[in-house]
């Protein structure tokens, strides 16, 4: 709200509440009652949200000065009593009203499709007209009835005596003419057939393809010309070392080598990724193209569902931890954090929200052990002024969350009392078992460590904040510590991950062949390299599968 900078708070009070009579007038029954275009956004029953964006487009809202932008018209709203602020899967902002009409409108609602598709541009300028035709990833997408002649032309190419490798390359060259690529939608499928050991490019001393050479060919023959997704010649050449696992390498691709590659930082962007994979595999199986892998397929869209609900979760879950008490323990016991707050030095002139001093870091560990330690832990901080000594130092040691406990109230009630008013934040507990990270190299372990391998529990203490997006099964990779009074912490966390991560060695490079595949064999490590050749191979879906549905249309 920049442009507000510039006039006192009694006008900018006065401005917000202007902005909110005006769109709590649009949506009132008064307004809404003959106010066919509104009513066509909102719905017969007056509830279904409407884009910001088409508010910000009334003279009303353009006329006022300063600008009118989204945050004035949010913020102004939050204040109504019958109306909400709602983000869309667009992450876009909408306004809907909490309850429906009181009486039927006296008009009819205008046709919408238009409208949303204008709010839709407006709020996306890289959208265009031509991008919002139906795609075939639309979450009402359904694949149309396979007429007699192409489910007579499938059995054959389907047939299951013809080797799996040749069934999939063509199900693949097929799914992608029969589908418009967005780029979004494309970079995520090219990173998962390439994930599976699918090269994605034409094949060599093809050259190019010009329209005319098209005009008197066949859909399968154009569809053959126009294909950039061939499986790898060793895949077919020895598959014998290769394990079909279509629900192995989902788990792999999802849990491990995508969110490695791609940036997912909402939910819409993981409802793409994840819609990719239940449209592909949801054409495999409508289209019969490996029966005996039918119900490993339908696991799949089980594995997507789980990603959906915990990737952003284990995401945040990442970037909170280890958490104040935990680095407040590394601050004071020589850990990673230690010496790393620097606001108390004489040399530094901004402000520093790294680590903790070691005043703050004393405090927040006494305020611990007098919420969640033993008397014996009590007594022994206070003699020694909390002098512990570090007994055992793990690193690199993966960790499964078995339970999540919550403060009782006996404890809370010594937080609000005892606490009211300090930086220090209610304790949770995060209970955990040892947990072998699949990519982690074999080397001698000392007894204790093996005990713990074993599954001897570890607790640590963790603020309720971050506890809240903990789960049981989610899967850490950290170094740990524990010190003499049987207290363990975090005191560097490398790493989160859903609860059914799994390392596959398709993640090798391809100069590093191993003894066991999955399906679909590994790809390059190199993550610069990978976004390149997946960049390349989407742009050329993109313009060539426009080609050949052109081509199919004529």
Not at 284 to 296: F, G, N, R, T
Not at 456 to 476: A, N, S, T
Not at 507 to 528: C, M, P, Q, V, W
């Amino acid at each position: 709200m920049a442009e507000m900078s510039s006039v006192d708070t009694s006008d900018a009070d006065e401005r917000e509440a202007q902005i909110l009579r005006q769109v709590e007038y649009w949506l009132s029954d008064e307004n809404l009652m003959t106010d066919s275009h509104l009513l066509g956004f909102c719905g017969i029953s007056g509830t279904e949200p409407v884009p910001v964006s088409e508010l910000l487009s009334f003279r009303k809202l353009r006329s006022l000065k300063p600008k009118v932008r989204t945050p004035h018209v949010t913020a102004a709203v939050q204040k109504s009593n019958f109306l909400q602020v709602v983000q869309g899967s667009d992450d876009q902002f909408y306004i809907r009203r909490t309850s429906p009409f009181a009486q039927i409108p006296e008009v009819k609602p205008e046709v919408i499709q238009t409208h949303k598709k204008m709010a839709k541009t407006n709020s996306q300028p890289h959208m265009t007209k031509g991008m919002l035709k139906p795609t075939g990833f639309e979450e009402y997408a359904t694949e149309g009835p396979i007429r007699p002649e192409e489910y007579r032309e499938e059995q054959a190419i389907y047939d299951s005596s013809l080797l799996f490798t040749d069934r999939i390359e063509t199900a693949v060259q097929r799914y992608v003419a029969k589908r418009k690529w967005h780029q979004e939608n494309a970079l995520i499928f090219n990173k998962y057939t390439m994930f599976c050991g699918f090269d994605s490019g034409r094949r060599d001393f093809t050259g190019g393809i010009a329209k005319q050479d098209l005009e008197d060919r066949t859909k399968d023959e154009i569809i053959q010309l126009t294909a950039r997704h061939f499986l790898r010649e060793d895949v077919k050449r020895d598959g014998t070392r290769f394990v079909v696992d279509f629900a192995g390498v989902a788990k792999g691709f999802l849990s491990s080598h995508l969110p490695h590659h791609t940036d997912i930082a909402t939910e819409r962007k993981v409802k793409v990724c994840t819609n990719v994979l239940k449209n592909f595999h949801n054409y495999l199986l409508l289209h019969d193209v490996c029966p005996e892998y039918a119900s490993d397929i339908r696991e799949v869209f089980g594995i997507c569902n789980q990603w959906e609900q915990e990737f952003l979760k284990t995401r945040t879950a990442e970037s909170e931890l280890p958490g104040d008490f935990n680095v407040a323990c590394s601050t004071l016991f020589d850990g990673n954090y230690k010496d790393v707050y620097t606001g108390d030095q004489a040399w530094n002139d901004v402000e520093c929200t790294a680590g903790f001093s070691r005043k703050d870091a004393r405090a927040i560990l006494m305020a611990g052990i007098a919420a969640h330690g033993t008397q014996e832990q009590f007594e022994h901080a206070h003699l020694s002024n909390a002098a512990f000594k570090t007994v055992f130092k793990f690193n690199d040691v993966g960790l499964e969350v078995t339970a999540i406990e919550l403060a009782d109230a006996e404890t809370r009630t010594f937080y609000a009392s005892d606490l009211r008013n300090t930086f220090v934040r209610t304790l949770g507990k995060l209970h955990c078992k040892c947990w072998i990270y699949p990519a982690a190299a074999d080397f001698d372990l000392p007894a204790h460590a093996i005990r713990a391998k074993e599954g001897d529990p570890f607790e640590f203490w963790v603020e309720e904040e971050i506890l809240q997006h903990c789960y049981v099964g989610m899967k850490l990779l950290a170094n740990i510590r524990k010190l003499d009074v049987s207290i363990w912490f975090i005191d560097q966390l490398l790493g989160a991950f859903v609860s059914f991560f799994t390392w596959l060695p398709n993640e090798t490079s391809k100069e590093r062949k191993l003894a066991k595949f999955k399906y679909g064999d590994e790809t390059k490590n190199d993550g610069g390299d990978e976004s390149r050749d997946a960049d390349a191979a989407m742009e050329s879906m993109v313009g060539d599968i426009e080609t050949a549905n052109g081509a199919d249309a004529v």
